[in-house]
T-cell receptor, first 113, second 117 residues
Framework: NAGVTQTPKFRILKIGQSMTLQCTQD?????MYWYRQDPGMGLKLIYY???????DKGEVPNGYNVSRSTTEDFPLRLELAAPSQTSVYFC????????????FGDGTRLSIL | GENVEQHPSTLSVQEGDSAVIKCTYS??????FPWYKQELGKRPQLIID?????GEKKDQRIAVTLNKTAKHFSLHITETQPEDSAVYFC????????????????FGTGTRLTIIP
């Protein structure tokens, strides 16, 4: 039981490149979230999903896209990477509702140069 | 939407003393309040949570209190130890039965706690 797995752990991108951050969970949790955490700052919600086929915007969705075709996977897509997207990205899940503890992955550290 | 404010942003205490971190929230419909601890370079992890039907919850050296009338909740750490040094985040979430489609958690800005040996 791996919990929440994020890949890659580290990545350096050039401005204008695109990439997909992967998040997979094996806990059969319905709710999944993507956050970004800038250095020394708090967590900002990018997108979230309450189940397969359902996604919604969070606080800072611009420049990102998501999809949720299965319960297990919730990839985050960056199009036209910009330096402002340099951050640590965390994926998290909860079992049934937002009223339960969130389980976080180990994060992806992304640098845009 | 919900707004959560957290104070202080940094806190230093002598080992063995107590630490208190306070959060306020804006929406009276919020009913779940978790606290997360994030060690340097690691992922946030839940340390304690409280629901709006109770006023206090304790787990060994950690306790959380909730005042629904004043819309604030606090984390209390007693007999602090060096391993308590970390960033602590409070959070609040709205009851989904009142806010269908607003299924998210709002985090505070974090408190960096340093335990001085």
């Amino acid at each position: 039981n791996a919990g929440v797995t994020q890949t890659p752990k580290f990545r350096i991108l050039k401005i204008g490149q695109s990439m997909t951050l992967q998040c997979t969970q094996d806990m059969n949790h319905n709710y999944m979230y993507w956050y970004r955490q800038d250095p020394g700052m708090g967590l900002k919600l990018i997108y979230y999903s309450v189940g397969a086929g359902i996604t919604d915007k969070g606080e800072v969705p611009n420049g990102y896209n998501v999809s949720r075709s299965t319960t297990e996977d919730f990839p985050l897509r960056l199009e036209l990477a910009a330096p402002s997207q340099t951050s640590v990205y965390f994926c998290a899940t909860t079992q049934r509702t937002n009223q339960q503890p969130q389980h976080f992955g180990d994060g992806t550290r992304l640098s845009i140069l | 939407g919900e707004n959560v404010e957290q104070h202080p942003s940094t806190l230093s205490v002598q080992e063995g003393d107590s630490a208190v971190i306070k959060c306020t929230y804006s929406d009276s419909a919020s009913n779940y309040f978790p606290w997360y601890k994030q060690e340097l370079g690691k992922r946030p992890q839940l340390i304690i949570d409280i629901r709006s039907n109770v006023g206090e919850k304790k787990d060994q050296r950690i306790a959380v209190t909730l005042n629904k009338t004043a819309k604030h909740f606090s984390l209390h750490i007693t007999e602090t130890q060096p391993e308590d040094s970390a960033v602590y985040f409070c959070a609040a979430t709205l009851d989904p039965s009142y806010n269908f489609g607003n299924e998210k958690l709002t985090f505070g800005t974090g408190t960096r706690l340093t335990i001085i040996p």
